[in-house]
């Protein structure tokens, strides 16, 4: 006999609740609630073209830098908008900035800290992941706390504050700085990279670097004690143990909009996405790499507590009325986009993926993506990206007497998309506009993929097909739950907003 339990999730940031019919132990159905109502598409209606800039990276207090640049790249696009190089190297830096403080603080004081849950006590090295990872205590959770906070001192240098910072403006960045921010910066990723290699990889980049298959993996780990007792290390011997590589497959397709624009190739007419970490899709029927193109997007509002329409329809087509009843087939306040009418999952091991990283590939090909593999790559993407970052601050250093801002053309009616790619995957804005007013405004962010309910065809979204046939040893603590959901670096304050309360909760984990 199967029943029906509800669960209010934490450390998602945000709120969630999941309903799990569970039989025998095993979900059998799964629904994710998004209990809070986004506003911020009506909000935007009517004002000036240019107050996405300020309003939209107050969306999340996690993100608010990729809200940025996606906000001022659907500015760029509508006006045919010229772009400094300059002006995009320094997006690139906050943006890589925000993604490898998002990856570190999300795997050290969100996911690791079900690790030291009491079930997995009896396993081997238990010890030293409580030493490492407990909230507040842990050596590694409150390292992490310290060096985050000094890495995002890059965006307040660049952009004069983080979060909310709103220096990119159509053409490029508000205000040139000075070679000073650049040294600066520079001081900060290698005092941030030593921290990473001595406490996270337990050696240097480039020997990490190198692991580039799980048999690779397998050899580091053996090769120093160092390698074994990093958290990275820890994690991966733990993980193994705790079997993870069993929890949370989901749906299989697999979505890039393509990551930090070349500074130099990315320009009007953006007909082609010239990004440095590349765009895809990956077709879990066809087992291949597809070409990405954002007319495939759409959304579904069957199941969402929004004003019905037919199907689902292109962000420039759709709507964002909210309708919410009780009873009925709808049940949260997240949309369901769908890429080419599929079910699919963002983040970072899609963006890895499809860049040719060859570690995420051969995990991959081996393993799939699942709770295991999606941590491993949140470890790994960091290393990749601080050589990135320092690379990209040299390159602004020997070009800084370049333009940072190239003043736009004086487009007052238009419509644009701005896509990027968050910490937690792909991050899209349409906007519309006419006489200097926004007339529409959607935004897609990656929980909403990740998050959505079903659609028009009444198929599950991402996380629901990731907890069905998921082994719940415990109904009253299903720690399971916690793995799959946060795996994925959740935000549900980026997906939703306006809390409803008032309502009874079960329990939470």
Not at 163 to 168: D, E
Not at 357 to 381: E, Y
Not at 390 to 413: G, H, Q, W
């Amino acid at each position: 006999m199967s029943r029906l339990i509800t669960v209010d999730m934490n450390r998602v940031e945000g709120d969630l609740r999941l309903k799990i019919e569970l039989e025998a132990g095993v979900v059998k159905n799964a629904w994710t609630v998004g209990t809070m109502f986004r506003g911020f598409e009506q909000i935007l209606l009517g004002r000036s073209k240019m107050d996405g800039l300020v309003i939209t990276p107050r969306i999340c207090g996690i993100c608010g830098t990729a809200h940025l640049y996606a906000a001022v790249s659907a500015l760029e696009t509508a006006m045919g908008c010229p772009i400094a190089p300059n002006g995009a190297r320094v997006r690139n830096i906050c943006l890589m900035t925000e993604e490898i403080q998002s990856d570190t603080r999300h795997a050290f004081l969100m996911f690791s800290i079900d690790l030291c849950h009491a079930r997995y006590a009896g396993l081997e090295g238990y010890a030293d992941i409580v030493e490492a990872f407990t909230p507040f205590q842990g050596r590694v959770y409150r390292e992490t706390i310290v060096e985050t906070k000094k890495l995002l001192g890059i965006v307040a240098l660049f952009g004069g504050q983080w979060p909310h910072s709103s220096h990119m403006i159509p053409g490029g960045v508000a205000g040139q700085g000075n070679r000073r921010a650049i040294v600066k910066s520079l001081g900060i990723i290698d005092s941030y990279t030593r921290w990473y290699e001595k406490t996270v990889l337990g050696c240097s980049l480039d020997r990490w670097l190198s692991v580039r298959s799980l048999a690779d993996l397998d050899q580091w780990l053996e090769e120093r004690d160092e390698h074994r007792s990093g958290a990275l290390g820890l994690f991966v011997r733990f993980g193994r143990q705790a079997e993870l590589a069993k929890l949370g497959r989901g749906s299989g397709n697999m979505l890039s909009y393509g990551v930090y624009f070349d500074p130099v190739k990315w320009q009007p007419p953006f007909a082609e996405r010239t990004c440095l970490r590349a765009p895809g899709f990956y077709n879990a029927e066809t087992q291949q790499i597809e070409p990405f193109s954002q007319d495939s997007v759409t959304e579904h509002v069957k199941h969402s507590w929004f004003r019905d329409y037919e199907g689902g329809r292109h962000p420039f087509d759709g709507e964002t009325v909210p309708s919410y009843e009780t009873g009925g087939d709808k049940y949260s306040w997240t949309k369901a986009p769908r890429y080419k009418d599929k079910v699919v999952e963002v983040g970072c091991v899609p963006e890895l993926f499809m860049a040719g990283d060859p570690l995420t590939q051969s995990i991959f090909h081996q393993m799939g993506v699942n709770v295991f593999t999606r941590q491993l790559a949140r470890l790994h993407r960091p290393a990749l990206s601080l050589l990135q970052i320092r690379a990209m601050l040299i390159e602004l250093e020997k070009n800084f007497d370049d333009s940072f801002y190239d003043a736009p053309p004086p487009v007052e009616s238009g419509k644009g998309v701005g896509l990027v790619h968050a910490a937690r995957g792909a991050l899209g804005h349409w906007i519309e506009f006419a006489g200097g007013k926004i007339t529409k405004y959607q935004v897609i962010s990656p929980t909403t993929w990740n998050a959505s309910p079903r659609d028009a065809q009444d198929r599950p979204g991402h996380w629901e097909q990731s907890l069905i046939g998921l082994q719940i040893k415990d109904e009253s603590d299903p720690v399971e739950l916690g793995h799959v959901i946060r795996s994925h670096d959740a935000c549900l304050v980026c997906t939703v907003h306006f809390l409803r309360t008032g309502r009874e909760l079960s329990y939470s984990i």
